[in-house]
Nanobody
Framework: QVQLVESGGGLVQAGGSLRLSCAASGRVYAMGWFRQAPGQEREFVAAISQSGDTTYYTDSVKGRFTISRDNAKNTVYLQMNSLKPEDTDVYYC????????????????WGQGTQVTVSS
């Protein structure tokens, strides 16, 4: 069993930046970030392959968010720039086997979530 612990959320003004981190207790492979508002389905944000060579983003964050990883530290990051009020959500990291995917149902492990609030 792998545990994922997110950190880095908080309150920021529109146009600002935050960096989320997700530390895994063991080796993981493909990893992703998702977000969810109350009463809404969990939404894909970004994913990264095990090597870090391949990344994928949802259209609404392209050019603003960057996913990266440090395999020596079993940690994945989400750098969020030019934040907008509509980015306000609870952000979750997730990990799975070898193949990167946008489908949250295919991820094996989930963190507890970290709140991101962007004020206008």
């Amino acid at each position: 069993q792998v545990q994922l612990v997110e950190s880095g959320g908080g309150l920021v003004q529109a146009g600002g930046s935050l960096r989320l981190s997700c530390a895994a207790s063991g080796r993981v492979y493909a990893m992703g970030w998702f977000r969810q508002a109350p009463g809404q389905e969990r939404e894909f944000v970004a994913a990264i392959s095990q090597s870090g060579d391949t990344t994928y983003y949802t259209d609404s964050v392209k050019g603003r968010f960057t996913i990266s990883r440090d395999n020596a530290k079993n940690t994945v990051y989400l750098q969020m720039n030019s934040l907008k009020p509509e980015d306000t959500d609870v952000y979750y990291c997730a990990a799975k086997g070898a193949t990167m995917t946008l489908n949250p149902n295919e991820y094996w492990y989930w963190g507890q979530g970290t709140q991101v609030t962007v004020s206008s």
